[in-house]
């Protein structure tokens, strides 16, 4: 996790596309400037970037599932909770499953657990569009090189 | 069975806060009853649940911002409706 360049996980460990669901995993670094506004002498991973968490391991599951044809971009998010508190150094092990594949959305139901607790979890759509050019889909390609992104399932999928 | 046209409405109504009663055959979903692309994504879903369907909104757009269609024929709610019709045919053809 590099909260400061907004990578928000850091591996993805399971893309199964007959279930259409996604396994990651993060871990919240022990020191970043974000922890020292949020909050002073008591850090806490803002709940924000944990529904990012959950949104970017979606967002992996929806570009598998449309053969990276399409990015998706966070539209809306629905029965956001946030059920217990993150700390810095923490393991998070973050699951989606795809609801619906529509024309030009998406909608996951998404989940983050910490040591089996189930910490947050939400309800999240995504806005499909082509990749507006070459240069974001490279770095897109390139961030799934980093996660681990199984390009081979894509073919057999 | 309820028709086609009172599940879409019921689901605008549901979906957007819209009075059930303001919302007729001849409403445009975006010039009447106000809708955003945002919401319809939210109608979008529920009308591809209820009906087992995938509209396709992208084809639908792409034919608007080509010219070669107006919103009137997929926006309206009766032609949204006759379209969700053909597509349900369509499945089960």
């Keep these: 996790m590099n ?51 959950m949104a970017q391991t979606s967002g992996w599951l929806v570009i598998a599932v449309t053969k990276f044809s399409r990015m998706p971009f966070f539209a809306a998010l629905k029965e956001a909770k946030l059920r217990s508190f993150v700390a ?22 998404a989940d983050i657990r910490c040591d089996g607790k189930l910490t947050c979890n939400a309800e999240i759509t995504f806005r499909l569009v082509e990749f507006p050019n070459a240069e974001f889909r490279a770095s897109m390609e390139k961030m799934a090189a980093i996660l681990e992104f199984p390009m081979g399932t894509l073919a057999h999928g | 069975m309820p028709s086609t046209f009172d599940t879409v409405a019921n689901i605008i109504s549901e979906t957007c806060d819209i009075p059930r009663d303001t919302i007729k055959p001849e409403s445009h979903a975006i010039n009447d009853l106000g809708i955003d692309s945002l919401d319809f994504l939210d109608i979008a879903f529920a009308i591809d649940k209820a009906f087992g369907i995938k509209m396709p909104l992208e084809q639908w757009t792409q034919e ?8 009137e024929q997929y926006f309206q709610l009766n032609n949204l409706c006759t379209r969700i019709d053909e597509l349900v045919a369509a499945k089960g053809a």
């Design chain 1, 88 to 109: 810095p150094g923490q393991s998070l092990s973050l699951s989606a499953k795809l609801l619906h594949e529509g024309s030009g959305y998406a909608v996951t139901k």
């Design chain 2, 64 to 71: 608007v911002n080509d010219g070669k269609a107006t919103t």
């Design chain 1, 3 to 53: 909260l400061e360049h907004f990578q928000l996980i850091d591996r993805i460990v399971d893309l199964d596309l007959a279930q259409q669901t996604i396994r990651t995993e993060a871990r919240v670094p022990t020191a970043s400037t974000i922890f020292e506004g949020h909050f002073p002498g008591y850090p806490l991973m803002p709940g924000v970037l944990l529904i990012e968490a």
